[in-house]
């Protein structure tokens, strides 16, 4: 959840300089990197035609997850695109409960609610223009439909004889499948600042995909319906950080939903 939230907060300072699908493909390679280097020293196998076919398909939904993401915070405010996009939090904890058979108590499912209903608090703001906000929505939608199908095929992944190695094939088929925008990696927004740095380019990586990372180890160890809810609740530490240091208004409904999300977090970690 930190992870995400300091990586989606980055992310947004970046994306007014530069382009989404750049951002996305060249921090995820330098990001990656880190991981290719422990999957060789901890977990050097062969994968299997199973795992070569979910790390296929989870590569391909996550290309499309995180593109939709960084285009839909380069038309519109943090503060509202990271809430919306964590709702895929709805899709997984669904799909978790009719595909992988989980199940939960009463007191969990009222707090996971709880922790819903703090989301979409901090996602309701009209402000700005509304036609690159109604974009920013829908890309916003898209990536949280796909993520929390992708939530399950890397629950999959997770469980598999070779995580580390899963994890690895899955963030490189992610990169190859981003491969065919290279003709779009040159083309940066007009701006009179100076130009985004690999430097930091390759710190949100770092963050992000430890993000990633963290959630893998996550599922691999809870179940999708605690352990989602607790990650996607990110948008509590951009909202915040973008209330600091990008100015963005933080309404008094928002506060709220940030407090409910803390508290919900506390509540579910302390009953799971």
Sequence with gaps: MLGFGVADFIAK???????ALRT?????????LLYLGVAIVYDLAVPDNTLLFLTLISGALSAVVLSSYYLALSLGKASLVSPITSC?????????????????TGPQL???AAVFCGII???????GNESSRNVSIL???????????????????AESGHYLMGFFLTRAFMLCFMLPFMPQLGRNKQSTEKPVSYQKMGLLGLIDVSGFFAWYIGLREGLVSVVTPIVTSCPAVTVI?????????????????IATIIAGIVILSAIS
Excluded: C, P
């Design 13 to 19: 300072t970046i994306l007014s300089r530069t382009n």
């Design 24 to 32: 996305a493909l060249i921090s995820q390679s330098i990001g990656t």
């Design 88 to 104: 895929l939090n709805v899709v997984a904890v669904v799909l978790s409960l009719l595909v992988l058979g989980e199940t939960l």
């Design 110 to 112: 009222s707090v996971i």
């Design 121 to 127: 608090l901090v996602a309701f703001d009209r402000s």
């Design 139 to 157: 890309f916003a939608l898209l990536a949280a439909l796909l993520g929390g199908g992708n939530v399950i095929i890397q629950k999959w992944i």
């Design 241 to 257: 950080l973008a209330h600091l240091f990008l100015n963005e208004r933080v309404r008094l409904h928002q506060r709220v939903g």
